[in-house]
């Protein structure tokens, strides 16, 4: 008996080691979104959708899922203060509606990549989204010297308790570093002690996170190379934090699709299990995408 028993066991150990084959991703609906400039990512907060670009500035505009495509509301903001651009390239919104909202950016200092400058903004989303600027709604600047390619905040929950997850792009040294958030809202630079809690290596080219509250996983919006080609890492997010590396569930490549893959968010209390990716490109740069699990 002790025997069969150890062999369930082992069995069970197995088949949760498994790629789950039957999480699939298929693009349904191509189309095109202007007045971004180079769409750098989506946040959809309470079935209201958000794209951010960086235009001649960094911007975000909201829009709503009408049958197939995206209706525009209207609604720009602009992350300028004082008329001045301040987050020029927007590389991540963290937003929960309990805590405080963060931006990133991130920027390339030179060409090889190995020099980059990554921020951290604090800011009044309510404000914002009101006054259309981060005139009066900009809190605390953060710089974020514990990164190591940039920066794209995310809200994840591990053990009940909300974090602000950022991951690296490049190829070298990857992470995905989670921050306490109460305490980023209070600090300068993300190396001092207590905001980094949590670290895991990961795999490169990491563009964006997403996070999938009612399966615990987090996503890796990636590139299968440099600044090309689509790629989705769906990852456990408990079992990562405890290993200390990446606990890939699957891994989906969409192979026709070979522009700059840039973001991507699971439409909210959508039945038909709909999401939407966006790329940097001028055409083409929003998709609908059906997934199945």
Known sequence: MRN?????SLLLFLYSCMPRENLEMKVIQNFSIDSLGACQ????????????GDREFGMVREYQLKNDSLLDLSNECQFTLDGKDVIN???GIAYNGIGPTFIGNSVRLNKEGTQWKAVIYCI???GFLKSHTLDGNLKKVIDDDACIQGTRPEYVKYKNKWYVATAD???NGNEVRLYDPEMLSKCTKTSEKGILVKFFSCSPWVQNLHWVPEKGWLILIQNQVEGRKWRFTYLDLGKSIESGKEKIIKVIDINDKHDELEGFALIESNPDGLGIAVTSSRKNNVSLIKVAW
């Open 4 to 8: 069969v028993l150890v062999i369930v």
């Open 41 to 52: 990512g989506i946040s959809c907060q309470n079935n209201r959708i958000f794209l951010y």
């Open 89 to 91: 390239h927007p590389t």
């Open 124 to 126: 009044d989303w309510k």
């Open 169 to 171: 792009y490049g190829n």
